[in-house]
Protein backbone atom coordinates (compact mmCIF):
# COMPACT_ATOMS: atom_id res chain seq x y z
CA UNK A 1 0.00 0.00 0.00
CA UNK A 2 1.24 3.26 -1.04
CA UNK A 3 0.43 6.74 0.51
CA UNK A 4 0.20 9.85 -2.10
CA UNK A 5 0.27 12.94 0.10
CA UNK A 6 -0.71 16.31 -1.86
CA UNK A 7 0.32 19.44 -1.60
CA UNK A 8 -1.63 22.48 -2.69
CA UNK A 9 0.12 25.93 -2.39
CA UNK A 10 -2.67 28.54 -2.50
CA UNK A 11 -0.71 32.22 -2.91
CA UNK A 12 -1.46 35.02 0.05
CA UNK A 13 -4.52 37.49 -1.11
CA UNK A 14 -4.65 39.88 1.21
CA UNK A 15 -8.14 40.73 1.57
CA UNK A 16 -9.13 44.86 1.99
CA UNK A 17 -11.50 45.81 4.03
CA UNK A 18 -12.56 49.38 3.99
CA UNK A 19 -11.52 51.52 6.84
CA UNK A 20 -14.20 52.13 9.02
CA UNK A 21 -14.96 54.06 12.61
CA UNK A 22 -16.45 52.84 15.28
CA UNK A 23 -19.54 55.48 16.07
CA UNK A 24 -19.22 57.45 19.32
CA UNK A 25 -20.20 60.42 21.46
CA UNK A 26 -19.78 63.83 19.24
CA UNK A 27 -19.16 65.68 22.06
CA UNK A 28 -17.64 65.43 25.70
CA UNK A 29 -17.48 67.86 28.40
CA UNK A 30 -15.34 67.21 31.31
CA UNK A 31 -14.47 68.89 34.65
CA UNK A 32 -11.91 72.12 34.22
CA UNK A 33 -8.44 70.76 34.53
CA UNK A 34 -9.30 66.88 34.64
CA UNK A 35 -8.54 64.11 32.34
CA UNK A 36 -10.33 64.03 28.69
CA UNK A 37 -10.54 60.99 26.64
CA UNK A 38 -11.35 61.48 22.68
CA UNK A 39 -12.32 58.06 21.13
CA UNK A 40 -11.61 57.10 17.85
CA UNK A 41 -12.00 53.48 17.48
CA UNK A 42 -11.16 52.32 13.97
CA UNK A 43 -11.14 49.00 11.74
CA UNK A 44 -9.99 48.17 8.66
CA UNK A 45 -7.58 46.39 6.33
CA UNK A 46 -4.87 46.89 6.41
CA UNK A 47 -5.09 47.98 9.68
CA UNK A 48 -5.21 51.92 9.95
CA UNK A 49 -3.07 54.61 11.41
CA UNK A 50 -4.87 57.17 13.56
CA UNK A 51 -3.75 60.58 13.78
CA UNK A 52 -5.83 63.69 15.35
CA UNK A 53 -5.61 67.42 14.35
CA UNK A 54 -7.09 70.59 16.08
CA UNK A 55 -7.56 73.58 14.05
CA UNK A 56 -6.53 72.07 11.04
CA UNK A 57 -2.87 71.06 12.45
CA UNK A 58 -1.64 67.97 13.51
CA UNK A 59 -1.40 66.85 17.11
CA UNK A 60 1.55 65.63 18.13
CA UNK A 61 2.66 63.58 21.41
CA UNK A 62 3.28 65.88 24.43
CA UNK A 63 3.28 66.86 27.83
CA UNK A 64 -0.14 67.77 27.37
CA UNK A 65 -1.40 65.21 24.68
CA UNK A 66 -1.08 61.46 24.34
CA UNK A 67 -2.36 58.96 21.68
CA UNK A 68 -2.93 55.08 21.88
CA UNK A 69 -3.12 52.32 19.79
CA UNK A 70 -6.25 51.94 19.60
CA UNK A 71 -7.12 55.88 18.28
CA UNK A 72 -8.02 57.64 21.92
CA UNK A 73 -6.45 60.59 22.78
CA UNK A 74 -5.61 62.01 25.74
CA UNK A 75 -6.07 65.84 26.78
CA UNK A 76 -3.48 65.57 30.30
CA UNK A 77 -5.75 68.40 32.21
CA UNK A 78 -8.49 69.96 29.82
CA UNK A 79 -8.13 74.10 30.32
CA UNK A 80 -9.65 76.73 28.79
CA UNK A 81 -7.17 76.82 26.26
CA UNK A 82 -8.01 72.64 24.84
CA UNK A 83 -11.84 73.51 24.29
CA UNK A 84 -12.36 72.95 20.66
CA UNK A 85 -13.11 70.73 18.25
CA UNK A 86 -10.73 67.57 17.90
CA UNK A 87 -10.77 65.47 14.56
CA UNK A 88 -9.49 62.16 13.89
CA UNK A 89 -8.42 61.15 10.33
CA UNK A 90 -7.30 57.00 10.08
CA UNK A 91 -6.00 55.77 7.01
CA UNK A 92 -4.48 53.08 5.74
CA UNK A 93 -3.04 54.03 2.05
CA UNK A 94 -5.13 51.74 0.58
CA UNK A 95 -8.92 52.70 1.01
CA UNK A 96 -9.81 55.98 1.55
CA UNK A 97 -9.34 57.76 4.38
CA UNK A 98 -12.11 58.58 6.98
CA UNK A 99 -12.57 60.81 9.71
CA UNK A 100 -14.59 61.92 12.47
CA UNK A 101 -15.14 65.41 14.89
CA UNK A 102 -15.27 65.11 18.54
CA UNK A 103 -15.80 68.40 20.48
CA UNK A 104 -14.21 69.11 23.72
CA UNK A 105 -16.09 71.42 26.33
CA UNK A 106 -15.67 72.38 30.09
CA UNK A 107 -18.22 71.70 32.43
CA UNK A 108 -19.34 75.05 34.11
CA UNK A 109 -17.88 77.00 31.55
CA UNK A 110 -21.12 77.65 29.38
CA UNK A 111 -20.04 80.21 27.34
CA UNK A 112 -17.09 77.17 25.64
CA UNK A 113 -20.26 75.00 24.91
Not at 74 to 81: D, I, K, P
Request: proline share 8%; with cysteine.
Amino acid sequence: MHLIIYIYIVPFCPISVPIGIVPGPDSIIVKPNSQAFLHCEVYGNPKPTVTWSRSREQIRPNDQYETFSNGTLLVRSATEQDVDSYTCVADNGVTGAVERTVKLSLRGMDQYL
